[in-house]
T-cell receptor, first 114, second 117 residues
Framework: KAGVTQTPRYLIKTRGQQVTLSCSPI?????VSWYQQTPGQGLQFLFE???????NKGNFPGRFSGRQFSNSRSEMNVSTLELGDSALYLC?????????????FGPGTRLTVT | AQKVTQAQTEISVVEKEDVTLDCVYE???????LFWYKQPPSGELVFLIR??????QNEISGRYSWNFQKSTSSFNFTITASQVVDSAVYFC??????????????FGTGTRLQVTL
């Protein structure tokens, strides 16, 4: 079974632009969560989608948004990029997202904002 | 609010030494899950173990073992006879057991383990 895939793997954007990152979960998994990893703040939860609905959200500004499609693939969007948005963005999928919380992570998208 | 503390920022050991990574957590929930993840230089988080708060039995998996003590809110991870391939950053994490929020992991700051020959 293929693991979680994220595209693109690397991205360089300019301050003020917007960016869309994509995540394809493990086949059959319906929950997708997104995390931001920076040297200063560590790993922080962004949001979780389950059956195309956002079920949980972390403490990030409204510039960070996401969505999930009927095939469980998810995208996250960051608008009006700031230098501080430079980070490794990790996506994780789980079967149901309930109870177990066991998640499988993708390789991440490394975003650099200049 | 939940919190996970990994006080050890970096640990260096020589191959074949045993090493213990500490994890202390805070939560108001009576039911929760604890995790350990490994992050090699490639960046992908690799799942190592999950424990339910009701199960305090220690676990051993090959060279890895975990000691869960609810009384001290600790979930420590020991690698026996460390190897160079164990070099990575290790994260301890906590999640609530409520259905709506179980997928939200609260991570510690990680411990970088360097194993040298």
């Amino acid at each position: 079974k293929a693991g979680v895939t994220q595209t693109p793997r690397y991205l360089i954007k300019t301050r003020g632009q917007q960016v869309t990152l994509s995540c394809s979960p493990i086949s059959g998994h319906r929950s997708v969560s997104w995390y931001q990893q920076t040297p200063g703040q560590g790993l922080q939860f962004l949001f979780e989608y389950f059956s195309e609905t956002q079920r949980n959200k972390g403490n990030f500004p409204g510039r960070f948004s996401g969505r999930q499609f009927s095939n469980s693939r998810s995208e996250m969007n960051v608008s009006t990029l700031e230098l501080g948005d430079s980070a490794l963005y990790l996506c994780a999928s789980s079967l149901r997202g309930q109870g177990s919380g066991q998640q499988y992570f993708g390789p991440g998208t490394r975003l650099t904002v200049t | 609010a939940q919190k996970v503390t990994q006080a050890q920022t970096e640990i260096s050991v020589v191959e074949k030494e045993d090493v213990t990574l500490d994890c202390v957590y805070e939560t108001r929930d009576t039911t929760y899950y604890l995790f350990w993840y490994k992050q090699p230089p490639s960046g992908e988080l690799v799942f190592l173990i999950r424990r339910n708060s009701f199960d305090e039995q220690n676990e051993i998996s090959g060279r890895y073992s975990w000691n869960f003590q609810k009384s001290t809110s600790s979930f420590n991870f020991t690698i026996t006879a460390s190897q160079v391939v164990d070099s990575a950053v290790y994260f301890c994490a906590l999640s609530e057991a409520r259905a709506s929020t179980a997928s939200k992991l609260t991570f510690g700051t990680g411990t970088r383990l360097q194993v040298t020959l």
